[in-house]
């Protein structure tokens, strides 16, 4: 009894306290950076190409190495890249289907994720987290999670309640390891509500959604146009924003134009 008494006696410090956190769970998450403003930025999904010296924010697909300025990974949270279809082949219950079919966005050859349950939402998550893990390993301060709308291309198979909830999920996990997160796409919708940081938005010169963005993220947005006339607009009414002019395709020796120095 007494070897009873002596054992619970020592074991009563551990009792109260709880189990060690392990030193991964101990140690705090470091303090997400916010975008730079007053640079440029530059758009390079495509491929990498040089960095002139006055551009501050470069965006990457996820695969190449950050410039080694405020790097932005790009990640394509919401459809399947098309280079990855073998991938997904491997998950075919997390790829949103309608009559047994991919649902497809036709206008990238991508197929939508489906995000109408909780279970497929999480797990979607948890891929994406890694992603986003090997992002913040590789240096990257931010994280940009394309295709926000996906839903507004499902079909009436998913909703914008849906997109949400699995946004929140995104956002807290790249947060978890230290990255900055964009908001990509539906403009009007205060991404700020669920954690994100600021936003990148696509010919938003072009369809004049750039004041909907920077109500909420003040000089905190990425302006990317693809037409000239865009470029113009853009920077004669949201010059203070980081504006740049790509081609479509992004690709590395493609057209690149920022908005004149003032």
Same mark, same amino acid.
């Given at each position: ?5 002596? &054992? &619970? ?23 997400? #950076? ?33 410039? =080694?300025?405020? %790097?932005?990974?790009?990640?394509? =949270? ?30 990238? =050859? ?13 797990? #979607? ?113 949201? +010059? ?12 590395? %020796? +493609? ?8």
């Amino acid at each position: 009894m007494r070897r009873l008494v002596v &054992l &619970l006696l020592a074991l009563l410090p551990v009792l109260v306290a709880g189990p060690t956190p392990s030193p991964a769970a101990a140690a705090a998450a470091p303090e997400p #950076l916010p975008l730079p403003v007053g640079v440029r930025a530059d758009y390079q999904l495509g491929g990498v190409r040089d960095v002139p010296d006055d551009v501050g924010i470069v965006v990457r697909d996820r695969h190449a190495e950050p410039a =080694g300025v405020y %790097d932005v990974c790009y990640v394509n =949270g919401f459809q399947t890249q098309p280079d990855e279809q073998a991938f997904w082949k491997g998950h075919p219950r997390l790829v949103l289907r309608r009559h047994g079919r991919p649902v497809v966005d036709s206008a990238w =050859g991508e197929q939508l994720l489906d995000l109408r349950t909780a279970a497929r939402r999480a797990a #979607l998550a948890r891929i994406v987290a890694r992603w986003t893990a090997q992002c913040a390993r590789d240096g990257y301060e931010a994280v940009e999670l394309d295709n926000l709308d996906s839903w507004t291309r499902s079909r009436g198979l998913l909703t914008a309640t849906q997109a949400t909830a699995y946004a929140r999920a995104l956002v807290r996990d790249a947060h978890a390891v230290g990255l900055a997160v964009a908001q990509k796409n539906r403009a009007g919708w205060d991404g700020r509500t669920v954690g994100f940081d600021f936003a990148v938005a696509e010919e938003c010169g072009r369809y004049r959604e750039c004041a909907a963005y920077a109500e909420d993220y003040g000089r905190r947005v990425v302006a990317v146009e693809y037409r000239a006339q865009d470029l113009s607009w853009t920077c004669a009414h949201h +010059g203070d924003l980081a504006v740049v002019l790509r081609d479509v395709d992004v690709t590395p %020796d +493609g057209v690149r134009r920022w908005c004149p120095q003032p």
